[in-house]
């Protein structure tokens, strides 16, 4: 038999030296989310880069509503599976279209599309996917391009996690052993991402791949927050799993916090 | 010279340019290149590429590549869009695409199961222009690099070691969609989606012929560690060692059984009464003949619905007044779900249900059924049916002109015939007997102790309410060694 292995690594390892020269972006003042952003100094790298602004001082805060009469949530049937169904002994309900007693609508999510200048630099905490009870948590996520992404399995069943992706790679990897984690990540911006499980098909979430921190996922309030934005006139988009996407232009200055609301309705 | 490098135990005689080609095999063989494949590449030249793909391609894969061609939707599954770049038979990692090597191999293999062909007719360098050519319809193989997975030397088959084979494909969860003897009949094997938006089935381990990616133990250890991209089948790369996903493909090769394909079903006189019961230890002396059996393509032309029975195998035994034949298929669900009920024989119809008819040419029946893909059809002869069904638990024989008529009920005069039936992990088995000449329903078949008979099996699975499956015509055969005396008898 043919001996499959990597390509030898003497020889790869030998490029991978010569071609990366000069150092990479310093990693000062890194926090998670959307707080900061880094700065990175004018480097010797091949590629140039554009120097990020200073860190911005505004913020947005975001509120989404649903317009109308809720509907009602499915039951998910898990009897596909004891595992699951054991770790449910109250009926279970669709995550798609959650809103509370006040109209306000969670898992929208909301990031800046465009008017930002500059790079930022992935924060090095990983942001995580966990399968717990035959559901994926969160529903709805937001990540960096090029920052970890951690999917753990909770349960003692077997999932295959099956990620959909356009523009990134997909993949398809199984993880039938509790407490197994995979670590990926995504290389392109991607609104949004969609994971299944084939074992357990009423399983889904969906990532939104952006290539700055300013994104937010809406909580069970219908709140998220995009704060340490430059000053500036910014795009925005809200997506929603059921409801589609919506659009809105904001200006703000710098240290100005300005509202917005979506308001998303049945078709 | 190239061939010291395709054998590299073989002794060679042993001059300068042998060494030095030797040498140079050795080391790309270091580096993980196959040395004869390389030797034997000719520059990509897209042109000849296309000339090729359009000769012998584009009929299934289209003009374009995109899996749409003239007879695409008369296949399933579905001839490959290349244009989306994704790759079910790889050795490489989930989410990378397939190695030059892996195109190569699956051009000139085909997939068997398939309507993919080999393609060992086409020389060598035509396989290899047409591997660049489809490198060139998808971005992904500028975009990623394959990136192939860790693999173990084999173990060979003397010291695989099943039993931890065994103990894997429990642990990894394999019979969530295989089942737990891999008949396909797992709790999550319905509601398969493919990345083409086709519904799929997980394979049935038992029937390796059945399995596109090829049976062998080296096949199936590779599905196991890069997954099936594009269908259910995920990577297990993260999950098992190179060395156990041996072990677990040796178990899963060791569930495969070995299918005696034949189109003439020769039938094994017993003395005395026939078996009725599928457990009757009498069965063991009846001779299995396997058929596969193929889904009736739809109105417009079209497979709309993956096959969950492909094959029944056919037993058969007779004395001097009757016939009996023993079925066996595998069916991933039970339809309907419990045994019938009383109340169910006399309702007679209500939910999709499993059945299962044999068919025979009635006595002095003119007229020819080519196929029974096309059956019934106009001037098409009626057919002698002995339609079995999951709610009723029962056999019933009528010559009939449709199907409909049968499995509705409506057509004339059913005769009640000897039957029994049991289902146990994703398997049917049927037993039905019959008079070798009955004398009703009028017209019955005459099975002829001397000559052939044609006969045909048409199946249905309750799971899969839109699809029923034929058999090719089969000559069944009671016994050639009559001599004078006993037909004087």
Not at chain 1, 142 to 147: F, R, S
Not at chain 1, 150 to 176: C, G, M, R, Y
Not at chain 1, 221 to 226: D, E, I, P, Q, V
Not at chain 2, 55 to 74: F, I, M, N, P, T
Request: aromatic residues 8%.
């Amino acid at each position: 038999m043919t001996h499959r292995r990597l390509s030898s690594s003497i020889p790869l390892a030998v490029l991978v030296a010569i071609g990366c020269g000069g150092k990479p972006p310093s990693a000062s003042a890194k926090t998670e989310g959307s707080m900061e952003v880094a700065q990175a100094p004018a480097t010797s790298a091949p590629k140039a880069s554009v120097p990020t602004p200073a860190g911005g001082t505004a913020a947005i805060p975001i509120t989404a509503k649903f317009a109308g009469p809720a509907p009602a949530r499915d039951v998910i049937k898990m009897s596909a599976d004891p595992v699951c169904q054991q770790q449910h002994p109250t009926p279970f309900h669709s995550e798609e279209v959650v809103v509370d007693d006040q109209g306000r609508l969670k898992n929208v999510f909301v990031y800046v599309k465009q008017g930002l200048t500059g790079t930022f630099p992935a924060p090095a905490t990983a942001v995580t996917l966990d399968q717990a009870g035959c559901w994926y948590y969160p529903h709805i996520l937001g990540i960096q391009v090029n920052q970890p992404f951690e999917i753990v399995n909770s349960d003692a069943t077997l999932h295959n996690v099956n990620a959909k992706p356009t523009l990134n790679q997909p993949f398809n990897i199984a993880q039938p052993v509790k407490g197994m984690k995979a670590k990926k990540a995504f290389t392109k911006p991607e609104v949004m991402v969609k994971f299944k499980c084939n074992v357990h098909p009423w399983m889904n979430a969906y990532a939104g791949v952006v290539d700055h921190p300013f994104f937010g996922v809406t909580d069970e309030h219908g709140s998220a927050t995009l704060s340490g934005l430059p000053a500036g006139t910014y795009t925005l988009e809200a997506w929603h799993e059921k409801y589609g996407t919506q659009t809105q232009t904001v200006t703000v200055a710098a240290g100005e916090t300005k509202a917005v609301e979506w308001t998303f309705k049945a078709q | 010279m190239i061939m010291a490098c395709m054998h590299p135990n073989a002794s060679v005689t042993t001059t300068h340019l042998t060494r030095a080609i030797g040498v140079a095999c050795a080391g790309m063989l270091w580096f993980g290149v196959t040395c004869p494949a390389w030797a034997d590449r000719p520059t990509p030249n897209l042109e000849t590429g296309q000339v090729a793909y359009l000769q012998s391609c584009a009929r299934c894969h289209g003009l374009s590549g995109r899996g749409d061609g003239v007879d695409a939707k008369r296949f399933y599954p579905r001839p490959r869009d290349f244009a989306l770049g994704v790759y079910k038979f790889r050795s490489t990692a989930s989410g990378t695409p397939p190695t030059d090597e892996d195109l190569f191999q699956t051009i000139t293999r085909g997939l068997p199961g398939s309507n993919m062909p080999d393609w060992q007719h086409l020389d060598e360098p035509v396989r290899w222009q047409l591997v660049s050519y489809l490198k060139s319809l998808s971005p992904i193989f500028q975009q990623t690099q394959p990136a192939p997975v860790k693999v173990a030397n084999d173990p060979g088959p003397a010291h695989a070691d099943r039993a931890n084979g065994k103990a894997l494909y429990e642990k990894l969860g394999c019979a969530a969609c295989h089942g737990m003897s891999g008949r396909a009949n797992g709790t999550s094997a319905s509601g398969l989606v493919d990345d083409w938006g086709m519904p799929i089935r997980p394979a049935d381990l038992t029937q390796g012929w059945a399995s596109r990616g090829g049976s062998d133990p080296q096949s199936v250890m590779l599905r196991v560690l890069t997954g099936i991209d594009g269908a259910g089948m995920p990577s297990y790369a993260d999950a098992i060692s190179p060395e156990d996903a041996w072990h677990l493909a040796y178990y899963v090769t060791s569930l495969q059984e070995t299918p005696h394909w034949n189109l003439v079903a020769h039938a094994r006189r017993l003395e005395g009464a026939l078996p009725s019961s599928v457990d009757d230890p009498r069965w063991a002396a009846a001779e299995r003949t396997d058929v596969p059996v193929r889904n009736v393509v739809n109105a417009s032309g079209e497979w709309s619905a993956p096959p969950t029975v492909k094959a029944v195998a056919v037993e058969v035994v007779y004395n001097d007044e009757a016939i009996a034949f023993r079925f066996t298929w595998d069916d991933p669900t039970q339809d309907p779900p419990a045994p019938p009920s009383e109340a169910a024989r006399q309702a007679g119809r209500g939910t999709p249900h499993d059945g299962l008819a044999l068919l025979l040419k009635p006595a002095g029946s003119h007229g020819d059924v080519v196929t029974l893909q096309a059956w019934p059809s106009a001037e098409a002869p009626p057919l002698d049916l002995c339609y079995w069904s999951a709610d009723t638990g029962e056999v019933r024989e009528t010559v009939a002109a449709d199907f409909d008529g049968v499995i509705g009920r409506t057509a004339p005069h059913p005769v009640l015939v000897k039957s029994g039936a049991g289902y146990e992990d994703g398997r049917w088995r049927m037993v039905l007997q019959r008079p070798l000449a009955p004398r009703e329903p009028e017209g019955a078949a005459v099975i002829a102790l001397d000559s052939f008979t044609s006969m045909a099996m048409a199946v249905w699975d309750g799971g899969n309410p839109s699809a029923r499956a034929v058999s090719p015509w089969l000559d069944l055969s009671l016994g050639s060694y009559t001599t004078e005396k006993q037909r004087a008898r």
